[in-house]
Structure formats: structure tokens, C-alpha cells
């Protein structure tokens, strides 16, 4: 078969939007249920601190290096432009893989190497097999590669009694204690010198050091140093292959990698056809991005470049690797995560990879793009757990050094699992009334009425008033839920109900306005209609002080936001519809120049996602209207800033007292630093427009832990993320804790309330608000 | 930007790796810096392969013998594995990194960068160049098919080092412990040669 039919055979078993045409891929061996490696993740102390020790220190070294680098040579070696360079080579290699593939091969085999090209993971492991049984090899030795897990190329070789040594200090003490990296670049981020120190000892018969990390490194040197001498084979991976010149390219720190690839007599190197790259210019910057991303350091101490056998005898095999690849390329979202380098900033950043580590966030392939990757090499179910922790945070998208978009493409899988798995019966329940705004409405104000023995008349559902209710059987979790974190009251007169003639959305247009009028459609979002319908009546009350007219169309509704979230398509294109079609209208009727929002998890669905779910549905005609929307959406930070501040409509500010002004603290909401990019502005309305003191709190833009439903699935990560969050604020000795999203609101104020902290949480248009004279 | 400016920004480079650079205005100086090093309290120190005959650098070991310090051939991997020196010259020197660039095919040239324990890398001035982008054009044409066509390229950037363990970083794993890269002014031992010959008939490899 050519290569061309492989990668047509593979097409016809790609995972595309009917899940369970998924190949069925064998079980990796002794991999424990997810359930289990979730738990144990959660349970382990040690790897927490640790995560959470690294990734502040590798996020201020990367991006001071990335920051470094562009003031001295230029905007073209800064971290956007480096990524865009790289993203654009790698795209052209997806896109000309058969001519890439056929130039590499003809260039590597004109060197002396030969290449295989296998489809599976059976094939490629059988190659390798059968080099050392045709050369009577039964010691190999290896440096570290990703794909070899993927395979479970060790397994394989040792099952048929040939012996895989790893050569990577943190991959052989993974290997000595059988277990499995748990992060692509620090395989043993989780276990600590103590550990790293019995495992030696066990392995080498000796007494090693517990607490010098010298003595431990010094040990491998000399374990392995024998190996290095006799083994028959080494095997490496690759970071990128190197069409122009049919060159390897390998980066490494330790000095393993130049011995495996140099000493033995056969070098074996295991790629995915991923790793192909036009030239060596690209390989440049992919060097210039790679280390900075995985570890915050400049380069790697080693940087390989092997373009076939170096000397008479040697033999130089290439094995091509497709396993699911040809598949994610005949898909043109998932085509995108071919672009990965495999740096691990996506695992580095995460929130909930911090709390749970690589074995539970991911499969083999950890991080975000392990939750990408996986339903492609080892099936979509063992995808299923892993995919449910991901918050949604958007934070992994901002740093992968090739602008793959995780986080949608995260949602994506989801959405597969729920379609082949079902949705559980309570959010099937949610869902459908949330799509029924009639309803919905219905059931808001029964509950409004009814939740009194739950709220006692105060703002919050708390744990001290269900505790009574904590027995019955099928409560109990929802109880316990409101332990760590008080859930908000259903408001008795939702915003709707207090707009007045703000409803009539003709007479804006009717009554003739003064050619400077501005006029606002309020977008609320139903949590600010339901929940918290204070923080809309200070959003409105602000653009009307400013001389705007606002309307305030009734027929809206929930975006649709927490079912496209967890993956409920089927709801969530039909709530979209209904709000674009809404939204059209209320244009139409009233005239309003913008749609205004003071939820940014909202407009972020509105203004991206929408965009994302028509065009993947092939709705062409939706796609259009929704854009044609989106260029009047404005977050009301943005609007306060850029048209009121900037436009000089906001009115005289009541100017805070010396002395007893609040102090205030920031909370940066993922959807508002992560997806529309704004940093600045809500702390230049804090500071210069209101005048108030503001203090930064630690990781200001790292998740709350709120994630929609991720919060009710996977609690003890939200409680921990918030725990993290309100700790921050606290230590600022700030008394106001302000954030422009809804949605985190809830889960700060929930735990401020359950907690009793002495912290007051507020909507940025709260805030301002109380300014006005 | 002027040699000793791109000298200052790749010392700076290599120490932030854990590397040291040197500077030497001629070949004396060289010596006088290995000599000199501790790791060569042994006064000895491996070479690679045809060394002598290495245009410019040969000429550096009769001043490294007169100083009494014993020359290797680097041979077979059993007998370099953590000598206490080895000395290897580069083709480049890139200072936007702080690495070198080290050619060979021939593995016993190889193995002195590799299992020795302190590294010691000669570059002329005239191969220190700012940019990473120097390094891929001269991989292109060392890469060109051909009896000339280098196998096996590295860009070597400080000692070998690992954080595998709770992110503490040790340097020294299998690798040198040290590395320490001499930058020579004029190492043409006929002083006719200049920097910029050197340069161009090294890029004509
Ligand atoms: S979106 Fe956030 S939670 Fe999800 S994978 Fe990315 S960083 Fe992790
Ligand atoms: S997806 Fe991006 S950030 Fe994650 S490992 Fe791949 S390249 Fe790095």
C-alpha cells in the first residue's frame, strides 16, 4: 500500500462527529481506572506542592526570556511572532505531508537511513521488534520519547524478552518504579527526592541518599554507564524531522541522548509523522519557542542534528509513525493539534493539572493536548474522564507556542463523549428546561418562592440550613455541595421584572433622539436576570447616568453557555439560534448602536463560540447573522472604558474619602484575560477612573475554579482553585474583591459566605456605581 | 555589532546555561587557559583524532605539550569515559544562545564532547556570529548530500544538566560537568590569515 492509501484507509475509520465509528484501540496495560488515577492524584500532597511551586517560576521565566528576546532583536523574535512563523511551517507541513514525507525519505535513505512508515502502533513496534531479533540485539537502551509511551514500545520488546533500559534520569526512575510519566517534559514532577531516593536504593541494591538530589543524579551516570557500552540498539525519539535534508532533530539537557543515538551500533528514532518540518530555518524557530516553553530556560544544553548513519557499520532506522494521525488530519479541527511540539505548557498552566497531575489529567499524552490527543491513539473512551476536568480556563491557548486551540477543541471531544456516552440525567434535566424559557421562567420564580427553608430569606442557599435535609438519600451530594461553597438565592423579582419600560423596545426608535443619543440593548445573561439583578440594575443605571437610552429586550434568555459546555450541541444550537434571532430583532426594533454585557462568559459565547458551532455545523447562513452581530457585542468593561470614559459620557464620580476608601483586589475572569484579552482595562477603571487603591493579589488571571459544571462534576478541584483564589485576595489585605464575570462571582461569593471570610465580592458595574455623585 | 560586544552577549548566554567562554587573543592564550584549568591537575587531556593535523588549531599542541600536559587520542569509548578533560573546536559560535556548533563525523572526534568530564570547545572569533538563523544555513550546507556531508551535527549550549528531580537543577548527568569555550582572536599561527579568510574558507567546508 502507498502512503496515499494508508492514509485513505485511516480516513475511513477517522473519529469524526459519529462517535462509536471510534477504532477500537487495545487497552493500554495496567492502566488504572480513571476513577482511580483522579483519586490518587487528588490524594497526593506531595505533587501539588510541587506543580504549584513550578508553575509560577516557569511562567515569570518564560515570559521574561520571551520579553527579552523581543527588546533586543525585535517584534520578529517576539513570543507572537515566533508562534506564528512556527504555526504557519507546521501548517504547511500538515497540509503537504505526502511531499514532505516523500522529500524526507529521499533525502534520509540518500544518507544511508532507512524509513518505515508504520500505521499502528502493532506495526511499529513489530518492526523494531523483529531489527533485534534479526541482529540478535536483547539490550537496547533509550532516551526519552513521547511516542514509545504512546505505543508501549517497552512492553512490547520486553513481553519478547528483550530488555528496554531508559536513559532519562526522571523516565528510568518512572520505569524502575512501573509507572508512567506524568508530565511530556518532567516525567517525575510528582514524586519527591524521598521517593526518587527509595526507588534507587530498591533498584541498585545500595543505600542511596534520601535528601541529595547530587548522589541521586550521580547514581544513573554510573548504572548506566555499562549499558551505554553493550546495548545492541538505541532508540530515541525526534523533535522534529527535517524535510530539506532528511535530518533528525533532537533536544536534549542530560547528555543521554547524544550516547543512545552515538554509541550502539543500530539507532532506532520513533516519530509521528507530526514532527515533519520543511527546513532548517523552521527547525530555528522551533528551537527558539521549544524550551522556553516547556522550562522556562533559553535552549536545551543539547540540540542533535543526525542526517543518516555517521559511520560504516552503523545503521540508522527511521520509523514513521501514524496511529490515529492521519485521521485527526482528515479532520479539519483536530488537524490543528498535529501542530503540537510536545513543550507541555499546556499541562504547565493548567489549574486543574496542578491539583490532580499528568496521570489523571490526560492518558498517556498528559496536559491539554493529551485530552485532545488521546481519542485519536488510544480511543475516545479512555478520553471520557480526563476530558470532564477541564475548566474551560482558556489559559493553555494563551501560551501553546503553536496556537493550537485547545480549549475548543477540549469541548469538541466532550461533545463526542456526551453523544456516545449520553449526558447523565440531572444536567439531560438542566438542559432541557434551560432551553425552554417559558419554563425556565416558571420554575425560577417557583423556586424563588419555595427556597426558603433552604435560604432562611438571605441571599444564599447555605449548608447550615440543609443540613437537616443531608440525609435523605439522593440530597446528600447536593447538600454537601453547599459546604465549601454557599450557592446564590433565585432573586423573587428577577431583573426582568424591574426594567420598566426599558421593554419597549419600538419606543427608543419612535421618540426621536438627539443625534450624539447612544442606545444600549442590555444583554443580561440569566444569572444577572435570576440571581444577581442588582449588578444589572447598576449596569444600567451607569449608562443611563451617562445620557444612554437603554432597552432591555424580554425575550431573552441563556446564551447557552452551560450546555454547549458540557457538551450538549443539541441544546445549545438551539438556544443560540434563539439568541441570535433575539438579538436581530431587538436591533431591528429599537435601533440600539451596541449590544451591551457585563458578562464576559457570555459574550465570549456569543462573540466566539456561536461562531465555532455554526461553522463546524456547516450553517452558513447562521454563521453570517452571527457575525454580522458580533461587530455591535460589546463587554461592558470595554464599553465603559472605550466609549464612556473615552467618548467623555460618564458624569462627575463621587471621589473616594482619604482614609476610609476600600481597598481593592482584582480577580482577572478566564473569559475576560484568556479569551477577549483584556488586562488592563478594568484596573485603569479602578485606579484612574475611580481613583481607588488596587493591590494584586497572586495569579490575579488563574482560574477561580468555577468552570461551569466542572464545579459540580469534579468539587473538590473547584473548592481548591477557589480556596487557592480567596487565600490570594486575602493576602492583599484588600476589603473588595471585584471581577467583571458573573460566574466567578457566584463561586468567590459563595465561598467568602460559607467561609465567613471578611472579604465584600462585587461586579466591576457595582463598584463603579457607588461612585456616582 | 563588533566582536567583542557579540562576545560579551555569548559569555553571558553560556554562563546563564552554566557554561564559562573565554576570550584568547592567540594561541598561547589558549593554552595558558587549559593549562591552567584545575580539571587539568592531572595534566592530561584527551584530543580528538587527527587533531595535529587540524588547520588552525594543530598548532596549539606542541604549546599545550611544552606546558608538560600528556595528549590523548580519543580512541574507543571505555577509555575517554570521565577522563578529566577533553578538547574539541567548533564551527560556529552563536551568541544569541551561547552554543557551539560541533561537526564530526567520526565518533572517537564525538565521544571527547561527550564522556569527558570538563569540555574544553575552541572557536575563532571570526565563527562568532549573532544569530541561530547563521547556524541553520551552515546545517544546510554541512547537510548537503555528498562524500563532505556531516552525519551528525550538535548545538552544544553549557554542560549537561537535569531538573527531574523536584526541579533542582544538577548539572552533570551523563555528560560533561563542565564546559568551558575559548574564543580565539587570531588563531592563525601566519598572522597573514585573517579573521575573515578564516571564516570563508571555514563556510567553504
Ligand atoms: S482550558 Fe484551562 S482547564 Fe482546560 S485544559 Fe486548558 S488550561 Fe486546563
Ligand atoms: S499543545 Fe501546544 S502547549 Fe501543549 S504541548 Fe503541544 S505545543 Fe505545547
Redesign the interface.
Known amino acids: 500500500m502507498s502512503y496515499k492509501e494508508h492514509a485513505q484507509a485511516n480516513q475511513a475509520q477517522t473519529l469524526t462527529s459519529q462517535p462509536g465509528t471510534a477504532r477500537p484501540v487495545p487497552a493500554v496495560h495496567d492502566m488504572p481506572p480513571f476513577a482511580e488515577r483522579l483519586q490518587r492524584g487528588l490524594e497526593d500532597e506531595n505533587m501539588h506542592r510541587a506543580l504549584e511551586r513550578f508553575a509560577p517560576s516557569w511562567r515569570q521565566s518564560r515570559q521574561a526570556l520571551f520579553e527579552a528576546t523581543a527588546a533586543e532583536y525585535g517584534s520578529d523574535y517576539s513570543f507572537a511572532a515566533l508562534r506564528q512563523r512556527l504555526r504557519a511551517a507546521k501548517d504547511e507541513a500538515i497540509a503537504h505531508q505526502e511531499e514532505l514525507v516523500a522529500r524526507f525519505k529521499e533525502q534520509a535513505t540518500a544518507a544511508g537511513a532507512v524509513v518505515y512508515e508504520a500505521r499502528s502502533a502493532e506495526e511499529a513496534n513489530r518492526y523494531i521488534y523483529e531489527l533485534c531479533r534479526r541482529k540478535g540485539i536483547t539490550l537496547v537502551v533509550k532516551s526519552k520519547t513521547m511516542v514509545s509511551e504512546e505505543i508501549e514500545l517497552n512492553h512490547y520488546l520486553e513481553e519478547r524478552g528483550i530488555k528496554a533500559v531508559e536513559t532519562d534520569l526522571g523516565e528510568w526512575v518512572a520505569q524502575l518504579d512501573h509507572e508512567r510519566p506524568s508530565h511530556m517534559v518532567m516525567p517525575i514532577i510528582h514524586k519527591t527526592r524521598q521517593q526518587v531516593g527509595e526507588v534507587l536504593s530498591r533498584a541498585t541494591g545500595r543505600e542511596i541518599s534520601r535528601e541529595n538530589v547530587a548522589e541521586q543524579v550521580a547514581v544513573i551516570r554510573r548504572e548506566h554507564r555499562q549499558a551505554f557500552l553493550t546495548a545492541g540498539m538505541g532508540i530515541s525519539g525526534a523533535n522534529a524531522l527535517i524535510a530539506e535534508s532528511g535530518t533528525v532533530m533532537l533536544n536534549t539537557n542530560e547528555g543521554n541522548g547524544r550516547m543512545v543515538t552515538s554509541l550502539p551500533p543500530v539507532h532506532v528514532v520513533l516519530a509521528g509523522y507530526d514532527k515533519l518540518l520543511p527546513t532548517f530555518a523552521d527547525a530555528m524557530t522551533q528551537i527558539r519557542l521549544l524550551a522556553r516553553s516547556a522550562t522556562g530556560q533559553p535552549m536545551t544544553s543539547y540540540t542533535t542534528f543526525i542526517t543518516g548513519p555517521d559511520r560504516p557499520g552503523k545503521e540508522v532506522h527511521i520509523v514513521l509513525l501514524d496511529n490515529g494521525r492521519s485521521a485527526m488530519r482528515a479532520d479539519p479541527r483536530f488537524k490543528e493539534a498535529l501542530r503540537c511540539i510536545r513543550c507541555a505548557a499546556c499541562a504547565n498552566i493548567c489549574p486543574p493539572y496542578q491539583q490532580v497531575g499528568g496521570h489523571a489529567f490526560g492518558y498517556i499524552y498528559s496536559g491539554a493536548i493529551g485530552l485532545v490527543v488521546t481519542p485519536f491513539h488510544h480511543g475516545l473512551e479512555a478520553a471520557a474522564g480526563p476530558q470532564s476536568l477541564c475548566v474551560s480556563c482558556n489559559a493553555c491557548e494563551t501560551v501553546c507556542p503553536v496556537e493550537i486551540p485547545l480549549p475548543s477543541l477540549i469541548l469538541d471531544v466532550r461533545s463526542r463523549v456526551a453523544t456516545s456516552e449520553g449526558l447523565p440525567w440531572l444536567k439531560r434535566l438542566i438542559f432541557g428546561v434551560l432551553a425552554r424559557p417559558r419554563l425556565f421562567d416558571l420554575l425560577t420564580r417557583l423556586a424563588a418562592l419555595g427556597q426558603w427553608p433552604a435560604t432562611r430569606g438571605t441571599p444564599y442557599v447555605r449548608y447550615r440550613y440543609l443540613r437537616l435535609f443531608e440525609r435523605l438519600p439522593g440530597l446528600r451530594p447536593l447538600v454537601q455541595l453547599t459546604g465549601w461553597r454557599s450557592l446564590p438565592a433565585f432573586a423573587l423579582r428577577p431583573l426582568r421584572d424591574r426594567i420598566g419600560d426599558r421593554a419597549n423596545l419600538a419606543a427608543a426608535r419612535q421618540e426621536g433622539r438627539r443625534s450624539d443619543e447612544l442606545t444600549v440593548c442590555y444583554f443580561a445573561g440569566c444569572m444577572t436576570d435570576r440571581l444577581y439583578p442588582e449588578m444589572g440594575e447598576a449596569v444600567i443605571q451607569i449608562l443611563e447616568r451617562c445620557g444612554l437610552r437603554v432597552v432591555f429586550p424580554r425575550a431573552q434568555h441563556c446564551c447557552g453557555l452551560p450546555a454547549l459546555n458540557s457538551g450538549d450541541r443539541q441544546h445549545g444550537v438551539a438556544m443560540a439560534k434563539q439568541t441570535v434571532r433575539m438579538l436581530e430583532r431587538a436591533l431591528d426594533e429599537s435601533g440600539a448602536d451596541y449590544i451591551v454585557c457585563a458578562s464576559t462568559s457570555c459574550v465570549v459565547t456569543l462573540i466566539q463560540d456561536y461562531l465555532r458551532l455554526f461553522e463546524d455545523l456547516q450553517l452558513q447562513s447562521w454563521l453570517n447573522r452571527t457575525r454580522a452581530l458580533a461587530g455591535r457585542i460589546m463587554d461592558f468593561t470595554s464599553f465603559l472604558l472605550r466609549v464612556l470614559v473615552a467618548q467623555q459620557r460618564l458624569p462627575a464620580l463621587r471621589r473616594p474619602r482619604s482614609g476610609s476608601a476600600p481597598v481593592v483586589t482584582y480577580h482577572d475572569s478566564c473569559q475576560s484575560c484568556n479569551c477577549l484579552g483584556l488586562r488592563t482595562e478594568a484596573r485603569q477603571v479602578i485606579r484612574d477612573v475611580l481613583g481607588l487603591e488596587l493591590r494584586e493579589m497572586r495569579d490575579s488571571d488563574v482560574c477561580c475554579g468555577f468552570g461551569g459544571s466542572t464545579s459540580i462534576e469534579h468539587p473538590e478541584i473547584a473548592e481548591r482553585l477557589l480556596e487557592r483564589k480567596l487565600r490570594h485576595a486575602e493576602e492583599t489585605g484588600a476589603t473588595l474583591l471585584v471581577s467583571d464575570n458573573p460566574g466567578c462571582l457566584m463561586h468567590l461569593r459563595g465561598g467568602v459566605d460559607a467561609n465567613g471570610r471578611p472579604l465584600r465580592v462585587l461586579h466591576l458595574a457595582q463598584l463603579v456605581a457607588e461612585y456616582l455623585a | 555589532m563588533n566582536s567583542s560586544a557579540l562576545f560579551a552577549q555569548f559569555q553571558s548566554?553560556l554562563s546563564?546555561?552554566g557554561g564559562v567562554a573565554h576570550w584568547a587573543e592567540d594561541l598561547a592564550q589558549a593554552a595558558e587557559i587549559i593549562a591552567t584549568h584545575p580539571a587539568l591537575a592531572e595534566q592530561r587531556l584527551i584530543i580528538p583524532p587527527a587533531f595535529a593535523a587540524c588547520q588552525p588549531w594543530g598548532a596549539l599542541l606542541p604549546l599545550l605539550s611544552a606546558r608538560g600536559i600528556r595528549l590523548e587520542e580519543a580512541t574507543i569509548?571505555?577509555r575517554v569515559?570521565d577522563a578529566p578533560a577533553g578538547l574539541s573546536c567548533a564551527s560556529l559560535a552563536i551568541a544569541?544562545?551561547?552554543?557551539v556548533f560541533l561537526a564530526d563525523?567520526?565518533?572517537a572526534a564525538?565521544?571527547v564532547g561527550?564522556?569527558t568530564l570538563t569540555h574544553f570547545v575552541l572557536v575563532s572569533a571570526g565563527q562568532l556570529v549573532p544569530?541561530?538563523?547563521e547556524?541553520?544555513?551552515l546545517?544546510?550546507t554541512l547537510?548537503?548530500?555528498g562524500p563532505q556531508?556531516?552525519?551528525?551535527?550538535?548545538?552544544?549550549?553549557?554542560?549537561?544538566?537535569?531538573?527531574?528531580?523536584?526541579?533542582?537543577l544538577?548539572i552533570?548527568?551523563?555528560?560533561?560537568r563542565a564546559l568551558c569555550v575559548i574564543v580565539v582572536a587570531t588563531p592563525a599561527s601566519d598572522p597573514s590569515l585573517s579573521r575573515e579568510e578564516v571564516k570563508d574558507r571555514d563556510n567553504e567546508l
Open positions: 548566554r546563564a546555561a569509548p571505555e569515559a544569541e544562545t551561547g552554543s563525523n567520526a565518533l564525538r565521544i561527550m564522556l544569530l541561530l538563523d547556524a541553520a544555513t546545517l544546510q547537510t548537503r548530500p556531508q556531516q552525519h551528525y551535527i550538535s548545538l552544544v549550549t553549557g554542560p549537561s544538566r537535569t531538573a527531574d528531580i523536584e526541579r533542582t544538577t552533570g548527568v551523563q555528560g560533561p
